[in-house]
Nanobody
Framework: QVQLVESGGGWVQVGGSLRLSCAAS????????MGWFRQAPGADREFVAT????????YYADSVKGRFTISRDNAKNTVYLQMNSLKPEDTAVYYC??????????????????WGQGTQVTVSS
């Protein structure tokens, strides 16, 4: 079992930065691939980024590539999403998610077993 709690969301102006954190509880975090997803009002949940359980492989949605960075600190049971050069279209509720043990990173939400409650990010022009 993995329980996830996101933090770090808020309001920011266009071009600004935010760092989201996702604190995990449970003994399997260090062996779990992690992902970030987001959902804007009226839209489907969409993939943002994923990182494998070792932290060596990362993948990003084209819309955030070059602006967002996913990372993890297994000693702190935490995964991060550094978001730079934010745009109004980045406004959404951001969710972190965990896969089962030793699974690779994935971009389909259906491949994740555990989800946090989400944190709101609002980018204002």
């Amino acid at each position: 079992q993995v329980q996830l709690v996101e933090s770090g969301g808020g309001w920011v102006q266009v071009g600004g930065s935010l760092r989201l954190s996702c604190a995990a509880s449970g003994r399997t975090f260090s062996r779990s691939a992690m992902g970030w997803f987001r959902q804007a009002p009226g839209a489907d949940r969409e993939f943002v980024a994923t990182i494998d359980w070792r932290g060596g492989r990362t993948y990003y949605a084209d819309s955030v590539k070059g602006r967002f960075t996913i990372s993890r600190d297994n000693a702190k049971n935490t995964v991060y999403l550094q978001m730079n050069s934010l745009k109004p279209e980045d406004t959404a509720v951001y969710y972190c998610a965990a896969r089962g043990e030793y699974a690779s990173g994935a971009y389909r939400s259906s491949e994740y077993d555990y989800w946090g409650q989400g944190t709101q990010v609002t980018v204002s022009s």
